[in-house]
Every structure is written in C-alpha cells, then in structure tokens.
C-alpha cells in the first residue's frame, strides 16, 4: 500500500514540478507547483511526520501558492515576457539537473541515511519542541527576534499616515 | 376543469400505478438483490455475536429481528457510515440545510418582513426543497471565454475542502472521522485552501465582477488568516496538544472562553471574515459588484458553492465550540437506558419481546451529541444576526481592523495565558 502510494505520488510530484516549468499558461503553472508541494506534504506523511506535512500545506499551499496566484493574475503576461527559444539553453539545463542528481544522490548514499530503518516509531512533535525549548534555545530565540522584526517591519510599511483624518476633513 | 389531464380517468390512474410497481419489483430481484450480493462479496463485513456475517447470510439476518440491530450498530462503527451520515456530511448538510431557512426568517422577522410563506402551507418550510428543485433542474451556463476546467472544478473543490473540514470535527466521545494528533494544524491546512479557490474561480470566470470580488476574497481571507490562527494559540498554549477530541477533554471543568474571552472575539471575528458573512461580506457585496465571485455560476454549480459555504459556516461554528465553548461537555441530562429490557424484554401485555444490541447509542453519546447540536446551533445564532444589523464595512477598514486590532489583541490573548500558565492558576499544577 505505501509502495503503490509512493510511486503514484512520486511520479505525480515530478510530473506536477516538469508542468510547473514547462506550461505556456501561468496560472496553470502556479496551480501545477500547488499540486508539487502538496505531493511533498504527502511525503511527509508517509515519512510518519505529520505536523512537518501539514506546516507544508499551510505555509507553502495555503500562503506561498496564493502569493504567486495572486502576483501572477496583477501581472499582465505579455508586457513583462518575451519568448526566448533557445534549444542550448533547454539542453544546458537537462545537463545541469543531471549533474545535480548525480551530486546529490551519491552525496545521499555515502551518508548514513540509507541505515535508517523504517520500522523505527514515528518522531514526536513533543520532543522536538522541547528540545527546540532546552537545548536549541539561542537558535528558537534568534528566530523568534528575526520573525517579530519582520513583522513590525511589515506594519511598518504598510502604515498609511493620517487615513481617518483625511476622510473626517473630506 | 383540469387542464392539465383533461381525459383523467382513475382506473388508468390505478393501472398506471400498479403498472410501475410491477416493474419496480421485477428490476429490484433481477438486478438490485444480485447487485447488492456483488457488492457485499467487495466489503469487510462484520463479525456479530462470535459468528461471522457472510455474503450468503446477510440478507437473511437482515430480516430477522432478532438480528438486524447488531447489524445496524456493526454498520455504524464503519468509517462510510461515519463519513455519510453522521459526523460527517449528512449531520453537518442537515444542520446546514436548516441555518439556510432560518437565516432567511430570521432576517425576515428582524427587519419587519414575512420571509418565505407560501411554499408548503407552515410558514413556507418547504422553500427550501424548491429552491434546492430549482437549482438542479436549470441549465448551467458557461460564459464563453471562461477556463473551463478551473471554473467546472472550482465548486467541487470548495464543497470539497469545506467537507474536508467537518471531518476534523469530534462531535461526542468517539464520534469523529479523522481524531488526529495534530487536528488543530490540519485546520489551519485547510482553511489556507478556501483563498485559493475563490481567487481561481474569479480568475476562471473571465468576468470583471467576478474579478473584484475574488481580488477582494483574497485579500480578506489571507489578513484574517493570521489573527484567527494567534488567537488559538493561547488554548494551545494552556492544553498542551493539538488534538481536537483532547481539548474538548480539557474542558470538563470550564470552558475556555471564561479565561480567554479575548481570544474568543478575535477568533468570532476572524471567522465572520473567513465566512464571507455582513458585515464583511465584500467579496459578495450584492449592491456594488453583482455578486461578487459568484456573479457567472449559474444552476447546481452555484447549489454547491452556496452547500460548500453553508458547510463551512457549521464547521467554524463548531471549530468554536469545540475550542472555546467545552465542546460535547455539559450536565448529563439523559436518562440510563433502563436495564430491564436489554435483560428482559419489552412487555405489552401477555407478549414480552427480547430485543438484542438495544441500547443503539450510549447515553454519553446522546447527552453529548445534545450539548454539541445545542451550543453550535447558538454560535450560527450569534453568526447570522448581525446580518441583520450591520451594514457593510469599506474595505480598507477591513483591512486595517484585521492588522491593527484583531493580531494586536490576539497577542494579548497568548500573553494572558501565558501569565495563566506562569502564575500556576492552569496548566501542569494548577487547577488541571
């Protein structure tokens, strides 16, 4: 059953992150990379780490896909976009992911990860938090300040002076 | 008189009559009961009173009384039983059915008028099935130059997601399809969905109204997002899980909302914005952009979008309760189901009936179904009043009220209960 599962989600997170790049239709495209980062919450949940999957629906489908909906559908396409077809470049880049994978994979092979053995129980969420709590404070903290500054810096910006007292003199 | 059957005669009537039912029986032993027989060689059947329930066996034991309640609770236990009927999408369209007329009298009786009326003789009760009648049988109209498979996709979606979110919802002990550890993050997944199918619906329409309204959906649903979820954070805070059913256990004693009233509003505001309702309906603003992003559906495609957004008001009326109102939690009000006839029988007289598998539901169930039903029936109360007593609000008010008021004061809540959790009143050592 999660053979089976993980191939048909595998092969649909590929064909989603190929359709992504390669579909003339932008909100076709941002709609195939919504379907990419959900086959990666699915994975995440055949990996028994649910909380990290649905973090991964909620940030990346729920806000990052939005986002890009939302700038592609203010962005008028042909403005912006002129056609380059170059067929070096197309297969500059076949070579270059093929490098990547390579890379990559054997990196992944020499590591230890291949020892994992998968009838281990799954991590809890408990324990992370409280080692992100004891152990790995300064790290938590220094997340936290960065967060809470970007956000102030974000009301900031959007700060627009004197609205109320203009519609009253109006 | 009649027009409609000017050679009515009630002998044809009759034959008519007993023609189909002929027919129906005859279609019903030749392919419904082998049909059924197929179909129960496919399923997990279950083991009753030590015996196995087999293919052959089942329709028999189906019509004997003494053990067809067996059957009927095994059937409940099943996860299509759960999802169907009732946790899931039978109770939660049931209730959603009748926010739907009572919302339309409601707002009648507050603002002097009559309401529906004619339609089934009581106090028009029967619109409802009209209304529904209406939306099948008319003719689904695609504008020309719209994408069609966003826009033939988009309602099925949103009925979808708003399905995927009564799903999370514990009802009573027991009583819920997905009881995950971590439900409360599950919500937030899905809620994030809601944005992305409004802006490609309006998108796909190809329409400007729709556009502004989308545009404006948007906007609404991804500023509210982040109050409403800071204002959960607090409860997170004090339980110590993510579990819905577990929080609700937390609450035996009292209901959050006592010591976060805070977090409470914001989180009743955050929701009328995520629900589209007055007086932040601008996404649908009918007196200025049509109707909004639902200006090109037209027949059972609007039916649905109109379900799926109906579905979604019970689920954060729920999502409420169970969060802050104690959820399945209140005085047990049930009487014990009296012993003497799961021993004995029922008897009438000189005839005395044993009855296996009686009692059908716990009384826990029942007393908890009751409180759940009763306080989600009051927040869909509270939720659909100020439709008639606001007006609508601009849209940079809403924005501003969204990022100024509600997370400053959602902040607030976490910093109460985080003095709560410090000053020992709740949590480990304190009064839990």
């Known amino acids: 059953m999660v053979d089976i599962s993980f191939l048909v989600i595998s092969v649909l997170t590929v064909v989603c992150a190929i359709a992504s790049l390669e579909l003339r239709s932008l909100i076709y495209g941002s709609i195939a990379l919504m379907g990419s980062l959900l086959g990666i919450a699915f994975f995440f949940l055949l990996l028994d780490a649910p909380f990290v999957a649905m973090f991964q629906v909620a940030v990346y489908v729920g806000s ?21 077809e170059d067929p070096k470049r197309k297969y500059i880049g076949v070579g270059l992911m093929l490098i990547l994978i390579v890379g990559l994979g054997s990196v992944i092979m020499d590591s230890g990860l291949k020892s994992i053995s998968t009838h281990s129980a799954p991590i809890d969420f408990n324990e992370i938090g409280e080692d992100f709590l004891t152990y790995y404070w300064p790290a938590l903290v220094i997340m936290a300040l960065i967060l809470s500054s970007s956000i102030t810096g974000a009301l900031v910006l959007a700060r627009r002076e004197n609205i109320e007292n203009e519609q009253h003199t109006n | ?124 009760i029967l619109q409802l099935m009209g209304d529904g009648l209406k939306l099948i049988s008319k003719e689904i109209i695609i504008p020309a130059k719209a994408d069609k498979p966003i826009f033939w996709a988009a309602p099925l979606l949103f009925v979808g997601a708003a399905a995927a979110f009564i799903s999370l919802i514990p009802v009573s002990p027991g009583w819920v399809i997905a009881d995950l550890d971590v439900g409360l993050l599950a919500f937030f997944a899905i809620i994030g969905f809601f944005p992305i199918i409004t802006v490609l619906a309006s998108w796909s329409a190809n329409s400007k109204f729709p556009f502004i309204g989308g545009i404006r959906a948007l906007h609404q649903m991804v500023s509210f997002e982040i109050p409403l979820i800071l204002s ?4 997170v805070i004090l339980t110590g899980t993510l579990n819905l059913s577990e929080i609700v256990e937390s609450q035996s004693n009292f209901p959050w909302i006592i010591f976060m009233p805070i977090g409470a509003i914001v989180f009743f505001i955050a929701m009328l914005a995520e629900l589209e309702r007055i007086p932040f309906d601008l996404p649908e603003a009918e007196s200025e952009i049509v109707a909004g992003w639902l200006t090109e559906f037209s027949g059972m495609m609007y039916g649905l979008v109109q379900l799926g957004s109906y579905l979604k008001l019970y689920a954060f009326a729920a999502i409420f ?16 189901f009296p012993q003497e006839i799961i021993t004995e029988g029922i008897e009438l ?14 009384p826990e169930m029942i007393n908890g179904t009751f ?29 501003h009220i969204g990022w100024y008021k509600l997370i400053g004061l959602a902040f607030v809540n976490i910093f109460i209960s985080l003095s709560l959790l410090y000053s020992g009143v709740l949590g480990p050592g304190g009064m839990m």
């Not at chain 1, 203010?74 to 976009?81: A, G, P, S």
């Not at chain 2, 039983?81 to 899931?88: E, L, N, R």
């Not at chain 2, 007289?349 to 716990?362: A, D, H, Q, R």
């Open chain 1, 64 to 84: 990052i896909a939005v986002l890009i909906l939302f700038t592609v559908m203010l962005v008028k396409r042909e403005l912006i976009f002129t056609k380059i």
């Open chain 2, 349 to 362: 007289g000189p005839i005395s009936v044993t009855i296996p598998g009686l009692p059908l539901f716990t």
């Open chain 2, 232 to 235: 959960l954070l607090g409860i």
């Open chain 2, 371 to 399: 409180w759940f039903t009763i306080k989600t029936i009051g927040v869909i109360f509270f939720i659909l009043i100020p439709r008639g007593v606001f007006p609508r609000i601009r849209i940079d008010l809403l924005l």
């Open chain 2, 1 to 124: 008189m009649s027009i409609i059957a000017p050679r009515f005669r009630l002998g044809y009537f009759i034959k008519s009559l007993l023609d189909n039912v002929f027919w129906i029986i005859i279609l019903l032993t030749l392919i419904g009961i082998p049909a059924i027989q197929v179909v129960l060689f496919f399923i997990d059947l279950p083991v009753i009173e030590g015996e196995l329930l087999t293919p052959f066996l089942a329709l028999t034991w189906l019509a004997d009384p003494s053990r067809t309640l067996p059957i009927i609770k095994a059937l409940m236990q099943t996860d299509f039983f759960k999802i169907a009927v009732f946790p899931g999408f039978g109770f939660a369209a049931l209730l959603a059915a009748g926010t739907i007329f009572i919302e339309r009298k409601l707002l009648a009786k507050l603002q002097l008028r009559v309401g529906p009326f004619y339609c089934g003789k009581l106090e028009g």
């Open chain 2, 321 to 336: 309760v169970v969060l802050f109102l104690g959820g399945w939690n209140g005085p047990m009000i049930m009487p014990q």
